[in-house]
């Protein structure tokens, strides 16, 4: 027969913790995984970090090429002259006139707005010339901006056999890392052609 003082010590060895090594091997599992879903954090982390970059420029880079494009087709006339360089010239205001009613953007002032690529800087950005010579200026518009194109113009002629400017491509590359990407645009100055 077994009495009640062997029942409590066979209890009390059975309900003892965990040995040591038990608690060694529990620790080092337990720590692998913290480890493990820290690099997890920290790399997935990184790639949101990466993609948000790419994602401000590419958009900061086709709100550019839309301002450019819009500037282009509004526009009186522009030179490329300068390389890495578009300005576009405002038509002359007369106050009063038939002006007035077809002037969109720009004020009274305005003589011409010139966008630059800086390929050094990798930057594409913004100066607004007035007609009293004073300058505003540069605006960064766009960076991570890798290549960029501006024309050459297509010329054609009008049903006046005048030759005009009938197409301006642009293209904008922006790279970040190892991505990349090329955008593309054309438009022409509406003012120039003659219906």
């Not at 620790?27 to 993609?51: G, Y």
Request: aromatic fraction near 6%; charge should be positive.
């Amino acid at each position: 027969m077994v009495s009640v003082k062997q029942i409590r010590s066979r209890s009390r060895c059975n309900r003892s913790g965990l040995s040591l090594p038990e608690a060694m091997i529990s620790l080092a599992i337990t720590s692998m995984l913290l480890a493990a879903v820290a690099t997890a954090f920290n790399a997935s982390s990184q790639a949101i970090d990466a993609n948000d970059t790419f994602f401000r420029c590419t958009q900061a880079a086709r709100v550019t090429m839309n301002q450019i494009l819009a500037e282009v087709r509004n526009c009186d006339s522009l030179s490329m002259s300068v390389s890495n360089t578009i300005s576009i010239i405002r038509p002359a205001y007369v106050a009063g006139s038939n002006q007035d009613l077809y002037r969109i953007v720009g004020p009274p002032a305005e003589v011409s707005r010139s966008f630059v690529y800086d390929p050094v800087g990798q930057t594409i950005s913004l100066s607004i010339s007035f007609s009293d010579g004073t300058t505003q200026g540069p605006y960064e518009l766009a960076a991570n901006v890798s290549a960029c194109s501006f024309g050459p113009a297509v010329m054609g002629q009008d049903y006046n056999h005048a030759t005009i400017p009938v197409r301006v491509p642009l293209t904008i590359t922006i790279s970040i890392g190892g991505n990349s990407v090329v955008i593309n645009g054309s438009a022409a100055p509406r003012r120039a052609i003659k219906y």
